[in-house]
């Protein structure tokens, strides 16, 4: 089953949702090992996103995902702000002006964000970022792909969920936690642990 317009707006509506109801979590994550605002900034750009889309819907899914990367690029600010950004713009570039998109346009927009987010960011796996948590998830999205849509989604969602969980242990390489050194163990990541919750929203959205 194609994924339309109207589809990815129903998602992207389930992922502000839930960025609402884990903001004091998200921020909570960011306190020990950054600056406690991760979470808000996830919800302003979520917030804006929401009322932009209340606004007027564009009329593909590539015109919606370059809708979200602009609010995004332009309300969350900080870090995760551009990356988040960058990683939905190359998503939109991805996946072009197709009307619907189907199961390998939806696994080559997965892709094409988490490149995105490397190429910005500079992170591999295992510097305890949002990309330990987008790696995997593009990975088991990639070995789902002759499953559907909607078992992409899920693979995607349950491996961003192993991915940050892994962040843990690890010494934080990138961002201010990469500041604490040694102190950042033991920590999950913020920035992994919202994009999981952005896959899961996705994945559950209906
Ligand atoms: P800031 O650190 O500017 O306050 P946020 O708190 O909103 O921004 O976001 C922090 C998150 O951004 C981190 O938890 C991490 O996942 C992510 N991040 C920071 N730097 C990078 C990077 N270079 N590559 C990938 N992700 C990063
Ligand atoms: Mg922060
Ligand atoms: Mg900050």
Avoid: W
């Amino acid at each position: 089953m194609a994924c339309t317009t109207n589809d990815v707006v129903t998602a992207l509506r389930a992922a502000a949702a839930t960025v609402a109801e884990h903001r004091v979590e998200l921020t909570d994550l960011d306190r020990p090992i950054g600056d406690a605002d991760h979470g808000e900034n996830m919800h302003r750009g979520f917030t804006a996103l929401t009322a932009a889309l209340d606004g007027a819907v564009p009329e593909t899914p590539g015109a919606v995902l370059k809708l979200v990367a602009t609010t995004l690029i332009s309300k969350v600010g900080g870090a995760a702000g551009p990356l988040y950004g960058t990683a939905f713009l190359r998503a939109a570039t991805a996946v072009g002006q197709a009307p619907e998109l189907d199961t390998a346009a939806v696994v080559a927009a997965l892709r094409a964000g988490l490149d995105g987010v490397v190429a910005r960011g500079k992170a591999e796996v295992g510097d305890a970022t949002m990309v330990d948590a987008l790696a995997r998830a593009v990975e088991a999205a990639e070995a789902a792909t002759s499953d559907g849509v909607a078992a992409v989604l899920t693979a995607a969602a349950d491996a961003a969920d192993e991915g940050a969980n892994s962040t843990i242990p690890l010494v934080a390489r990138k961002g201010r936690a990469s500041y604490l050194g040694e102190r950042s163990i033991g920590h999950l990541d913020p920035g992994a642990r919202s994009t999981a919750l952005l896959l899961r929203a996705f994945a559950e959205a209906r």
